[in-house]
């Protein structure tokens, strides 16, 4: 079945920067976009970034565009959201998501907390 493992969120300081992994398997990884989406307290959850199966193209939020990269590796069957320049509102928990069999899927996700 496919199972999606998100990991490397925790506290960090406004400007500072982390690095969150998707760790997917149960599906052929190379042939699929991948997402990360972030869902705050009281908020709905929003797609903030979205990459091809190749990774030949990317898009994003406008709310994080020139602040984070979205990766994939698929030897590895992993996506990756490098975060710079963290601000307070990106404060949520984030997921990775795949549609597949015309059904979205998502992890467990990881919480990401910007704060002083």
């Known amino acids: 079945q496919v199972q999606l493992v998100e990991s490397g969120g925790g506290l960090v300081q406004p400007g500072g920067s982390l690095r969150l992994s998707c760790a997917a398997s149960?599906?052929?990884?190379?042939?699929?976009?991948m997402r990360w989406y972030r869902q705050a307290p009281g908020k709905e959850r929003e797609l903030v970034a979205t990459?091809?199966?190749?990774?030949?193209?990317?898009n994003y939020a406008d709310s994080v565009k020139g602040r984070f990269t979205i990766s994939r590796d698929n030897a590895k069957n992993t996506v990756s959201l490098q975060m710079s320049s963290l601000k307070t509102e990106d404060t949520a928990v984030y997921y990775c998501?795949?549609?597949?069999?015309?059904?979205?899927?998502w992890g467990q996700g990881t919480q990401v907390t910007v704060s002083s």
């Open positions: 990459i091809a199966s190749t990774g030949g193209w990317t």
């Open positions: 998501s795949v549609n597949w069999s015309r059904r979205n899927y």
């Open positions: 149960g599906f052929t990884f190379s042939m699929y976009a």
